[in-house]
């Protein structure tokens, strides 16, 4: 049995920069409402026809590439993770593994949405752990702008969410004590419309349907929230999935030295660093720069947190999402 570690990072956003200030000429809302409720100051959108989410997935995937020190040519196997990609079908794992110019290696997506990063590490995880693959680039890249109500009506959702994207090179470890020491998935599909975008989806909408009825005031094409709902589950989740991970590997919550929570609120974030009671500098958060980018907020972190030199070999890096589904999770990693 081997283990997996992280050999490479890299992450990619857009150069626009959309402040509050920004959007509260498109909608009534100011910086002091969106900052007291979710912590952000501005996000990053796409200019459309320069950026999609496989075009963002690519970006990082080159730097991470790049800092493992391995060829493209070297990755066995591809997982991307995103809830917004370029096609209904096919997924943007093939369109990676064409656009970087891939030998015809497996590619798989993942549809988890806020968790997709941690589960698409933990199935990465699992492949290198049985000896089936050596190095896998794990993606996880969004565009929201593009599907946005960006009218007061959608305000509560919209103010919340950028584009971007982060890619990890997995690689085989021979050291037992090394690396992904650990991955623990859950979901409660009975949530499942509280944090939802309902169309299209053929099960819900028909495309003659759509076609037929072309309502303006159709909101089921946007992103719906129930945002006190997800915020009490999600701190509860947060709790304990990562004890859970803690306590599979016998550590403690002062073993941490690096917590990557995925940046859904900032409010969130803080509540949980304070029941862990843990320092400012064990804790990454970037959610004021960037806001919520779903699949890409974890990876972004963590590059982010890694080339800023807070998290150093032999460090005790624990990432934890929750989103839409419910679905959360964790990775505890032995850096």
């Known amino acids: ?51 999609t989410t496989t075009k963002m997935g690519v970006k990082a995937a080159k730097i991470a590439i790049e800092r493992a020190g391995i060829d493209k040519d070297d990755i066995d196997f591809i997982v991307f993770a995103t809830l917004s990609p370029d096609y209904y079908f096919p997924g943007g794992g093939v369109l990676v593994q064409r656009d970087l110019d891939i030998k015809t290696v497996g590619a798989l997506d993942v549809r988890n949405q806020c968790s997709g990063f941690v589960y698409a590490i933990s199935i990465a995880d699992q492949y290198i752990k049985s000896g089936m693959y050596k190095n896998i680039l794990v993606i996880g890249s969004e565009l929201h702008s593009g599907g946005l109500d960006f ?45 939802s975008l309902l169309a299209p989806g053929i099960g819900y909408r028909w495309v003659t349907d759509i076609l037929k009825d072309n309502d303006p005031d159709d909101v089921s094409y946007y992103p719906y929230m129930n945002g006190q709902f997800v915020f009490k589950n999600a701190v509860v989740r947060f709790s304990e999935v990562i004890m859970e991970g803690l306590k599979k590997n016998k550590l403690e919550v002062k073993d941490i030295d690096m917590l990557i929570p995925h940046q859904a609120n900032l409010r969130i974030s803080q509540f949980i660093q304070r029941k862990f009671r843990l320092t400012d500098d064990k804790v990454y958060n970037n959610i004021m720069k960037y806001g919520n980018t779903t699949a890409a907020s974890i990876p972004i972190a963590l590059t982010e947190a890694w080339e800023q030199d807070k998290i150093k070999e032999d460090d005790l890096v624990v990432l934890a999402a929750f989103g839409s589904g419910f679905t959360w999770g964790s990775v505890i990693i032995r850096w």
Request: aromatic share 6%; net charge negative.
């Open 1 to 51: 049995m081997y283990n997996s570690r992280i050999s490479g990072l890299g992450f990619y956003v857009p150069d626009n920069v959309v402040t509050n200030d920004d959007l509260s000429k498109l909608m009534e809302t100011d910086d002091a409402w969106i900052q007291e409720r979710t912590g952000i100051k501005e996000r990053r959108h796409v200019v459309k026809g320069e950026d």
């Open 151 to 195: 009218t007061t009506r959608g305000r509560g959702v919209s103010v919340i969410f950028g584009d971007g994207a982060g890619a990890a090179i997995l690689t085989r470890e021979e050291d037992p004590k090394k690396g992904i020491l650990s991955t623990h998935l859950h979901s409660e599909g009975q949530h499942a419309e509280e944090l």
